[in-house]
Each structure stands twice: as C-alpha cells, then as structure tokens.
C-alpha cells in the first residue's frame, strides 16, 4: 500500500505539472493581456508605456520563460496577485472555495442519500411501477438543463410563493439560519440535476450484483430482503458508483458555473469564468489548477476504496 501510495502521488505531482504549463500556455495565447486592457481604460498611456509595462512585469519573455518565473513563484507559495480584485490570488480563492464547498458539498450528500436507497429499491423490483417511476425521475433529471431548472425554481418559489429569496448569499451580519435561506434554491437545482445520473448507476450496478451466485445462496439460507440489498449487494454494487462519485469531485471545487451565476452566489465556477474572461492570468490558473488537483486525488481516494469495497482487490 505504502508503495502504490507514493507511486499516485508523484503521478499526481507530475499531472499537476503538465496541466500547470498547458494551462498557463492556453491563456498565454489568449488574444490581449492585462496592459492592453489598461491601455483601453487609460488613453494617455503611450506605447513606450505600455513597452516599459511589458518589461515590467515580464509580459515581453517568451511564454517558456514566464512559465519558470510563474512556476518558481509558486514553489514558494506566491501564486501571484489577482488583477480583478487587487489583492493576492488565494486570498481571492480561499473563502470562494469555501463558499463552493458548502453548496456543492451539501448537493452533494443529499444527492447521495436520494440517489442510493432509490436505486437499491429500483433494482429490487425490475420493471415494477416503481421502477419505472424512478426511470423516469433519472432521466428527467438528466434531461433538463440546469438553467431551465434554475429558472423554474426561482419563479415558483420567490416569485409565485415568495418564500425564499431569488439570489445572493445575504448580509455578512445576518444569522446563520437566515442566511441558510439563500443556500436552499442553488442546492436543490443542483441535486435535482445530478440525482439522475447517480441513480442509474446505483440501480444498473445493484441489479448486476443481484444476480450473482452468492445472492442466491444467501437468499437460500433464509435472509431477509434488506439484509441481502444492505448487507450484501450494495457493497459489491457500490465500485462502479465510486468512479462516478471520484470524476464527480472535480467539480466540488470548480463549482458550478450557471447556478452560481443565476443564483448569484460567489463560488468558484463564477470567479473561474469572470477571470478567465477578465484576462486575470494568476487567478484563473490557480482556479484550474485546485480543480484538476481535487479530481486526481478523489480518483486517488476512490482506488483506495474499492479495496475496502471488495477484499480481493490488491495493490501489489
């Protein structure tokens, strides 16, 4: 285990070097820079100024060269400074993560906990009206846009019944409970989108460990049926549903860019993309970089439990 552990993690290191330099290439070849943009916000700046800015902050080296500067930095813990917000890239970051964790962390778990026992009691009744109705609640699910579904709950619930407030994240001062109100609507649009996509999983790979051998001649020595879903089945069933939950875990930290644009709520999706289109080098790239670091290790995370999941699995 210690050998397997500390052969992903120097894979992991490497990834994260590749994508670091792909990343950081791809928005170096962005049309424009940050000295074009304030040579349109401030006319009497010269071309020798802006030549003189250029040197300055090293935008006149070649892209390979800036990358090393960028990379030494970063090293060293200096991620460099946020154009857009004026102030360092993480102190940006850090409390937009925070605010991401909570609500796709919270989608998240309730998601889960839908998604599981209606899968497991999907696959025990093949083909039954129950089955069916949950059939239809994945895939409609899967099928509707998550903006469409953004809107709809927006309007039914603060607009038509104006029971919770449409978007924001509400007063810094205010009390948890009520700032909790904000965090209700962009959580259920997102477990109402991603539920689907989970509960076909649970149900495809439950029904597949339902009829293996060993069911059956647990089923013969006279269990209940709940012992065999629980106790047997779901355990066996829950591998392939740990690869989608890992590749799902990219996006607890990139966030989710629509919702949190409709719902106004500042996570890291919307600050990835305002960046991003803001020119803001040093903060979309770390941005990109904590997403791509959180899906390599949640694959990580998910390797280490299929052996927890099935003892037959090994790591030698």
Avoid at 128 to 148: C, E
């Amino acid at each position: 285990m210690t050998t397997f552990l500390i052969r992903r993690m120097g894979e992991i290191l490497v990834v994260l070097l590749i994508m670091s330099f792909v990343i950081y290439s791809l928005i170096g070849l962005m049309p424009g820079d940050p000295i074009d943009l304030m040579i349109s916000a401030d006319p009497n700046l010269t071309s020798a100024d802006a030549a003189r800015l250029r040197n300055l902050y090293g935008l006149d080296q070649p892209l390979a060269s800036r990358y090393l500067a960028w990379l030494g930095d970063a090293v060293q813990g200096d991620f460099g400074f946020s154009r857009l917000f004026a102030a360092p890239a993480l102190e940006v970051l850090l409390p937009r993560l925070g605010n991401t964790v909570l609500l796709m962390g919270l989608s998240f778990v309730l998601t889960l906990a839908i998604a599981i026992p209606l899968g497991m009691l999907a696959a025990a009744r093949p083909r039954s009206l129950f089955d069916q109705g949950v059939n239809l609640l994945a895939f409609a699910g899967i099928s509707v846009p998550p903006f469409w579904l953004a809107i709809l709950l927006m309007l039914l619930f603060a607009v038509t019944l104006d029971w919770l407030p449409a978007s924001g994240m509400g007063e810094t001062g205010d009390p948890w409970w009520q700032r909790a109100r904000y965090l209700i609507l962009p959580t259920l649009a997102l477990t109402l989108a991603s539920v689907g996509t989970f509960l076909r999983f649970t149900r495809a790979a439950m029904i597949e460990a339902l009829r293996q051998d060993y069911i059956r001649t647990a089923r013969a020595k006279g269990l209940s049926e709940w012992q065999l879903l629980a106790g047997h089945a779901l355990r066996n069933a829950m591998i392939p549903v740990a690869t989608v939950v890992a590749l799902s875990f990219g996006s607890l930290f990139s966030g989710a860019l629509i919702t949190e644009t409709i719902f106004g709520w500042l996570g890291m999706g919307k600050t990835i993309f305002d960046s991003i289109m803001g020119n803001d080098y040093n903060l979309a790239l770390v941005g990109l970089l904590f997403a791509t670091a959180v899906t390599l290790l949640a694959n990580l995370l998910a390797d280490l439990a299929y052996a927890w999941l099935d003892p037959r699995i090994t790591y030698r």
